[in-house]
């Protein structure tokens, strides 16, 4: 059974930092590239960033120098280290598992930036 859980969201203030889990089971994690996704309210969807099963890391431009992703083979698990958070940055955070066509989600995690 696959699972894809995140955790770490929370609320915090302009400025601060979050770091954001994702713990993967029952697929090939080292396999699988991995992403961040959020949604915002009334926006959709923005991706976030990627890394793959190399460790080629990938960012969207918004959070370019603020955010960090890495992962851990060892224990199926991706991170986001997010510093300097801006309002904007405020949505629903979701993890996603991918190869090829498959996608596994999470049920996501919110933070919320308050100024």
């Known amino acids: 059974q696959v699972q894809v859980v995140e955790s770490g969201g929370g609320l915090v203030q302009t400025g601060g930092s979050l770091r954001l889990s994702c713990a993967a089971s029952?697929?090939?994690?080292?396999?699988?590239?991995m992403s961040w996704v959020r949604q915002t309210h009334g926006k959709g969807f923005e991706w976030v960033s990627s890394?793959?099963?190399?460790?080629?890391?990938m960012y969207a431009d918004s959070v370019k120098g603020r955010f960090t992703i890495s992962r851990d083979n060892a224990s199926n698990t991706i991170y986001l280290q997010m510093n300097s958070l801006k309002s904007d940055d405020t949505a629903v955070y979701y993890c996603?598992?991918?190869?090829?066509?498959?996608?596994?989600w999470g049920q996501g995690t919110q933070v919320t930036v308050s100024s």
């Open positions: 890394i793959d099963g190399g460790g080629t890391t």
């Open positions: 029952g697929f090939n994690f080292r396999s699988y590239g």
């Open positions: 996603q598992g991918w190869a090829g066509s498959t996608y596994y």
